[in-house]
């Protein structure tokens, strides 16, 4: 089974998240509108809008799941209604304006990398002046937890296995986020809106806010519990905010501290939260305080977490005098391939005729292609319904 299958059977089963959407589709979306479903998965929140009234609802996706998506839209009679466009919503050209842009990529704390960014062009492109973005603002929560298991995650590190030292991957789990669904009764502190991202009228840079959280109870903090809350509409706000009546089936972040820090009621934790959209890096600053005392101070960022090896870190440097490989002359020959005269068949052999060595069979030559060409082919716009 493919797990991108199974992921969107998750988003299908989670009712709190399917009726906040039909609550705000219905609110927004009017008779004969135009709609764009960005990242549309199984096209849902478009059949939803069809079912709202939109005369047209252009689907993209880049996921391979437009497939499945089409004969769903047939399937329910709705096929001359959407039209699927597979490929990064960046390099769609749309026939016409849109009046709405229906999108669900805010992952688990209001971010997933290249999301706001494409929301951002979506916006910019697609949008006719006075359109709905749904979501409209999307919010940032963070509050102060306690939790030795989810903590043990970071710590595993510590440990001697088979009597090996294992130790010096420990710093990248300290800077790394965990996704897990807490309970109220984990929090230090209640939650704080620490910032907000406006789509209908900000941009993709970067994402900053801090709060001051006054611990309610005496206990050991280990990090920082992290989650959203998006304005789908005036009146609909879809949120993962542990212990909300209409949460819905999305696990929160944990964003571990470098080392516990034993707090009492009364103690202070001030965040500073930055967040980068376009690569999903994020960086909290954390700082416990018992009155005028500093009990722990810590910086870290999923940038520290990330593994890159030694030859990406010598391409980057700024002294490095970087040759093209034989991998990047297949690519150039495809791209100079793709004239609008040969067809992909053509450039598929052509490629395997010039780089024998490169691959052992035509079809892997063919995935090549393939994978070259949907990174770099410009999509022209479909035609109108």
Same mark, same amino acid.
């Given at each position: ?37 960005? &990242? ?26 437009? &497939?499945? #998506? /089409? ?56 949008? @006719? ?77 970067? #994402? ?41 089936? /999305? @696990? ?37 305080? @018992? &009155? ?38 297949? /690519? ?12 992909? /068949? ?40």
């Amino acid at each position: 089974m493919s797990l991108l299958i199974d992921e969107h059977r998750q988003f299908l089963q989670d009712r709190a998240r399917l009726d906040a959407f039909r609550r705000a589709i219905s609110e927004v979306v009017r008779p004969g509108a135009v709609v764009a479903d960005l &990242g549309s998965g199984t096209g849902i929140l478009g059949l939803m809008a069809c079912r709202a009234g939109a005369a047209r609802v252009y689907s993209v996706d880049d996921s391979g799941m437009t &497939g499945p #998506a /089409r004969r769903i839209a047939r399937d329910n009679g709705l096929a001359g209604r959407i039209r699927f466009l597979d490929g990064h919503s960046t390099r769609i050209v749309l026939p016409e304006p849109v009046d709405v842009i229906v999108s669900d990529i805010v992952g688990r704390i209001g971010f997933l990398a290249e999301g706001a960014e494409a929301l951002v062009d979506a916006r910019d492109r697609w949008l @006719r002046p006075g359109g709905a973005m749904m979501p409209a603002v999307v919010h940032t929560w963070l509050a102060p937890v306690e939790h030795d298991g989810l903590y043990g995650q970071v710590d595993f590190w510590q440990r001697a296995i088979d009597g090996f030292d294992m130790s010096a991957v420990r710093e990248g789990a300290a800077n790394t986020g965990y996704p897990h669904a807490f309970s109220t009764g984990d929090l230090l502190s209640p939650g704080t809106d620490v910032l907000a991202c406006d789509y209908r009228a900000g941009d993709a840079a970067l #994402a900053r806010g801090e709060a001051t959280f006054v611990a309610t109870r005496p206990g050991t903090l280990h990090g920082l519990a992290a989650w959203f809350a998006a304005e789908l509409s005036p009146n609909v706000v879809l949120t993962n905010a542990p212990g909300a009546p209409d949460r819905i089936a /999305r @696990r929160n972040a944990f964003l571990p501290v470098e080392a516990p820090v034993a707090l009492h009621a009364g103690d202070t934790v001030h965040v500073a939260l930055v967040i980068r959209p376009v690569d999903f890096v994020v960086t909290w600053m954390v700082t416990c305080r @018992r &009155g005028a005392r500093q009990l722990a101070a810590f910086r870290q960022s999923t940038l520290n977490g990330m593994l890159v090896v030694r030859q990406q870190l010598a391409g980057a440097a700024e002294d490095a005098t970087p040759t093209l490989n034989v991998w990047a002359a297949a /690519r150039a020959t495809v791209l100079s391939l793709c004239d609008g005269h040969r067809t992909v /068949r053509e450039i598929e052999r052509a490629v395997f005729e010039r780089h024998p060595a490169l691959f052992a069979a035509e079809s892997r030559a063919q995935v090549f292609v393939a994978e070259v060409i949907s990174r770099y082919a410009d999509v022209p716009p479909p035609p109108a319904f």
